[in-house]
């Protein structure tokens, strides 16, 4: 009995531990309120405005990220069909719920070389703030070619006549070589999509 009772107040009292990365995680990227760009590879890490944050595993479906750059800590909880919800905690008590929305939010991405846009496809995805476009933009990318952000390089926003923006940029894919891409919003700053520039596509 005496020996039970202790293993329990171990488990009790074990916290959990602070990792850069944790398997269960699906891939995912999120867009949560005070301009937090959001994206996590599978199984982690999760980086928060292309940034690494801290991440730490209560279970399998429950996971915490922490920025120290911007005091959030995001919620990560997985549901029972695998969906993952997010919510986010800041300074001064700040909170919400982010939008999450997986690598099928970019189906639109074109597999063949596309230099040029002729118009601009009715847009899917969220707003994104003009400072925060490269974030989400290497976000979106490194769900589409399976990479880090880190491997992901943009170039400056470029506004078109008609108000959309849009941001080329490369990623590097090791072995296969450096690819290019296009990222797309729309007037509003809603998120299109993100073309492959190259002409074997990804």
């Known amino acids: ?14 916290p959990p531990t602070w990792a850069a990365s944790s398997g269960g995680l699906p891939l995912f990227n999120a867009t949560c309120p005070l301009g937090l760009e959001v994206h996590g590879d599978e199984g982690g890490p999760v980086y ?5 944050a801290v991440l730490k595993k ?11 750059a911007t005091g959030t800590t995001l919620s990560l909880s997985k549901n029972p069909d695998g969906t993952l919800s997010a919510s986010y905690t ?7 719920v982010c939008q999450m929305h997986t690598t099928a939010d970019v189906s639109g991405a074109s597999h063949a070389a596309q230099p040029t846009v002729a118009a601009s496809p009715a847009a899917r995805g969220p707003v994104v703030t003009p400072g925060n476009m490269p974030a989400f933009c290497r976000g979106e990318v490194s769900g589409m070619f399976a990479t880090r952000p880190a ?10 006549k008609d108000g ?4 080329d940029g490369t990623v590097d894919k090791g072995s296969e070589g450096i ?15 993100v073309m492959a520039l190259t002409s074997d596509g990804y």
């Open 58 to 68: 209560f279970n399998d479906n429950y996971y915490e990220a922490r920025d120290a």
């Open 1 to 14: 009995m005496r020996i039970g009772i202790t293993m329990g107040l171990v488990l009790l009292i074990s």
């Open 48 to 52: 928060v405005n292309g940034k690494e």
């Open 179 to 193: 690819k290019q891409f296009r990222c797309r919003f729309d007037a509003t700053g809603r998120f299109i999509d």
């Open 164 to 167: 959309s923006t849009s941001i």
């Open 90 to 96: 800041g300074r001064g008590g700040a909170n919400g």
């Open 151 to 160: 491997y992901v390089k943009t170039d400056p926003v470029a506004r078109a």
